[in-house]
């Protein structure tokens, strides 16, 4: 069963470039949205991060001066 022609790229060079360079200004405001996602959940990520920390501080029953103590006296001995 024939298929019919294929479309003719019709467009001048000029036109191609215009093309090409709107799909370039695209790509580059979709990869700032999601480079903007990236630092938004790496912030979460880390304040997770700290609260897990501190949740663990306050289970030991120790204060946050005990814990860097602690965390002091083990860099000087390394």
């Keep these: 069963m024939p298929r019919g022609r294929k479309k003719q790229n019709a467009l001048t060079l000029e036109e191609q470039l215009v093309t090409v360079n709107e799909r370039i200004q695209e790509v580059e405001n979709e990869l700032k949205q999601l480079r903007s996602q990236r630092k938004e959940i790496q912030e979460k990520i880390e304040e997770q991060e700290k609260e897990t920390?501190?949740?663990?501080v306050v289970a030991s029953g120790r204060t946050?001066?005990?814990v860097l103590e602690i965390l002091k006296a083990q860099d000087q001995k390394e």
Excluded: I, K, N, P
């Excluded at 920390?53 to 663990?56: D, E, H, I, V, W």
């Design 64 to 66: 946050v001066e005990d």
């Design 53 to 56: 920390l501190f949740r663990a």
